[in-house]
């Protein structure tokens, strides 16, 4: 089946991220599709660069990157949720005279289209939010 | 109502106007759905009817509140608005309460709508 999943908690505050993770993880070990995770509402937070959870901790911003790595999940983030919480690519920062980017691929920016999209597409858009 | 979907998108709404963005995030969904061309309803279910009560201002955060987006729900075409029924009675509210034109929809209702679109977004 071809699955996505849409991610709307903030990680570390809600269990929403840990749950959406695994998951992806699930899916994906049980031979199934995984297309995409959007992140929208606080799951734009997953996508932040500079997150740095204590190393005893499961580093969900690294987690996300390795799905993507190992079974070619796109990482799709609202770019009106994520520029309002101050997630912004190298470009992003550019054209709004900011200093650093906080976000960067293999997570992309984009549109609440894809959501859509992504949802009338795959077999099964699955919502995890606080 | 049919087995198979008839309609692409259903937006329920479960928040109010104030407080949190979610109702605010919902609405884009549903504005940018229907901007693609897709065919979109809203259910306001719980505490989201609020959202549909007349004569709510942005307030004092400086937030631009979601009341305008409502009023152009119309003009993207987005005229299917449904509200839970026990949501009403829960507020003491009244379908002639609402600012705009409303479906209410008993329990047996709301399990049609969600079976009658194609893709289901909750906020």
Not at chain 2, 109 to 118: Q, T, W, Y
Request: aromatic share 6%; hydrophobic share 45%.
């Amino acid at each position: 089946m071809r699955y996505a999943l849409l991610l709307m908690g903030a990680p570390y505050s809600h269990q929403a991220s840990h749950s959406a993770l695994r998951f992806a993880q699930a899916v994906v070990a049980r031979g199934h599709r995984l297309e995409a995770v959007f992140f929208y509402h606080d799951g734009v937070q997953n996508a932040a660069r500079l997150a740095a959870p204590p190393q005893d901790e499961p580093h969900l911003v690294d987690a996300w990157v390795s799905l993507h790595r190992e079974h070619d999940v796109a990482l799709q983030v609202c770019i009106a949720a994520a520029l309002r919480r101050g997630l912004m690519d190298r470009r992003e920062a550019e054209r709004h005279g900011k200093s650093g980017h906080s976000l960067a691929a293999p997570f992309e920016l984009t549109g609440l289209g894809q959501l859509v999209d992504l949802g009338l597409r795959c077999d099964r858009l699955v919502t995890f939010g606080p | 109502m049919s087995e198979t979907p008839t309609a692409d998108l259903l937006v329920i709404l479960r928040h109010g106007p104030h407080g949190t963005s979610w109702l605010r995030e919902g609405l884009d969904a549903a504005l940018v759905a229907a901007a693609f061309g897709r065919e979109v309803s809203l259910l306001f279910m719980g505490e989201g009817v609020t959202a549909l009560l007349p004569g709510q201002g942005p307030g004092a955060l400086g937030q631009k509140g979601s009341s305008a987006t409502l009023e152009m729900l119309e003009m993207y075409d987005i005229r299917t608005l449904l509200v839970e029924e026990q949501a009403l009675a829960d507020f003491g509210l009244q379908v002639d309460d609402m600012r705009l034109t409303v479906i209410p929809l008993s329990t047996t209702g709301v399990a049609d709508a969600l079976k009658d679109h194609r893709l289901i977004l909750t906020f």
